[in-house]
């Protein structure tokens, strides 16, 4: 009181006296409905500023959460970024066991289509040190019973046979390689002729006549004149085909993938397989129905 | 404006402060609100004075320092809160007279008030802002029903102004000669 005016004092008191009763009055009153009139008042004076404190706070934690604490927001965004890539890796590795139990189970179709036929299941573990031989190698071998010469194929398609056989492991000449090939004929209209490898991605079908009607397209199947592949096995699909003389020269997709070789199935025999006389494709899942065969023989490297 | 000023501080010069004998104001004060508490036990009809409004107004038109004015008003005004009972809450008379008491003395300070017909009308006045007062903390603060003004309030103004003038005579007798 000591700073205002004398004449301002009894103002101040007085306000400050009425004060002082409000808040008296406000201490007693209770209402009904809300409570001491103490709280009715203290919430209806602080609720403006809290109101518009909390939009303040609201605007201000947003302009810092989404303009400043960017810090936060890059490691978060680095987590989830990581996170993804977990997943993702996740989702790639379930991917490929589903791919991989697909492929077995074909195998295991194949493998009871062809009760008749001993077979073994193999894992490709190593490929060809150099580029120009096109093999790889199993983690079977002759403890397992495979020796040279047995087939291997897939539930695709004829993959090559084995060139040797170690005690753990063997050895498998792909079909692409410049000294494979495999007894084959057209699946439409059974021509028989061999299929060999280039050294190249595609299969040459060698001896076709000229005269003879090959489309592209056509499916190529294994005639079982090699006595080491039974027949109608898928070969590969032609997809170029060049005029000659005297022969055609006709290009095989390989039905097998065997740039990507992973399970293979080596047939464990080397008795000569039977030829079956007018019998249906094996339940092999990319296999067709072929026609009547017309016979033919084998060309097959050693 | 200086010359206004002037005068204006020259008018209140003349005006006497008065005292009183001591005890006086509390004796006054207490009586007051004894009367106001318990007459009317016996004379319903005698719950249309505020004796304790008068006696504020008395004070504050004499004594002419609003401290002390609105302070007396506080106190006499919260002492007949305490004694109304509890649809009365503490401050709801004591805000009205401190304002009361407030004004009397600033009033008292500028105005002759010993004419009785200035007392009259000074009275009447009071009660109906008293009377205001009550209606605007009822209303805003306490959110319960109470009219601004009715007839028998018009009417209760002037018995109590008439009250006033005679109970002013007989305060002036305890003031100091």
């Known amino acids: 009181m000591a700073g205002i005016p004398s004449r301002h004092k009894s103002v101040v008191l007085l306000a400050g006296v009425i004060i002082l009763q409000v808040v008296l009055l406000a201490v007693q009153i209770k209402r009904d409905s809300q409570g001491r009139l103490l709280r009715v008042w203290t919430v209806g004076a602080f609720s403006p500023f809290e109101r518009a404190g909390a939009k303040g706070i609201g605007n201000i934690r947003g302009t810092w959460s989404h303009y400043f604490a960017l810090q936060n927001t890059s490691r978060e965004n680095e987590q989830l970024r990581r996170e993804n890539d977990e997943l993702k890796m996740k989702v790639n590795q379930l991917q490929s066991k589903a791919v991989e139990a697909d492929r077995l189970s074909a195998l295991l179709n194949f493998r009871q289509a062809q009760r008749n036929v001993p077979m073994l299941a193999a894992r490709v573990i190593g490929t060809s040190a150099d580029t120009a031989s096109q093999t790889v190698y199993l983690d079977r071998g002759e403890r397992d019973g495979i020796r040279r010469n047995m087939g291997v194929i897939t539930p695709d398609g004829v993959v090559g046979k084995v060139i040797e056989s170690y005690r753990d492991t063997a050895q498998v000449l792909l079909l692409t390689d410049k000294d494979s090939g495999v007894g084959a004929m057209l699946a439409d209209s059974r021509i028989q002729s061999p299929v060999g490898g280039t050294g190249e991605p595609l299969l040459s079908m060698k001896y076709i006549p000229t005269d003879d009607t090959v489309n592209v397209g056509e499916h190529v199947v294994t005639s079982g004149m090699d006595r080491i592949f039974p027949r109608d096995l898928p070969v590969g699909v032609v997809t170029e085909i060049k005029t000659g003389r005297p022969f055609q020269h006709v290009r095989v997709r390989p039905a097998a993938n065997l740039q990507r070789l992973e399970e293979v199935i080596v047939l464990l025999t080397l008795h000569p397989l039977e030829q079956k006389k007018e019998t249906p494709a094996p339940a092999v899942p990319t296999a067709e129905t072929p026609g009547k065969s017309v016979g033919g023989t084998a060309a097959v490297n050693p | ?177």
């Open chain 2, 1 to 177: 404006m200086m010359n206004d000023a002037f005068d204006l501080r020259l008018a209140e010069t003349h005006i006497e402060v008065h005292k009183f004998r001591s005890g006086a104001i509390v004796a006054a004060t207490v009586l007051s609100l004894m009367l106001q508490a318990f007459v009317p036990v016996y004379f319903p009809k005698f719950a249309v004075l505020d004796l304790p409004l008068l006696v504020t107004i008395y004070f504050g038109l004499s004594r002419r320092n609003p401290s002390t004015g609105l302070l007396l008003g506080m106190v006499i005004g919260l002492l007949q809160d305490s004694l109304s009972g509890p649809t009365v809450p503490l401050g709801l008379y004591g805000i009205a007279k401190t304002i009361i008491g407030y004004l009397a003395s600033s009033i008292g300070a500028r105005l002759d008030t010993e004419h009785p017909a200035a007392r009259f009308a000074l009275t009447m006045m009071f009660f109906v802002v008293h009377q205001g007062c009550i209606a605007v903390t009822r209303r805003l603060l306490l959110a319960e029903p109470e009219p601004w003004f009715t007839l028998r309030l018009a009417i209760a103004a002037a018995v109590n102004a008439v009250v006033a003038v005679v109970l002013f005579m007989l305060l002036d007798r305890l003031r100091k000669s």
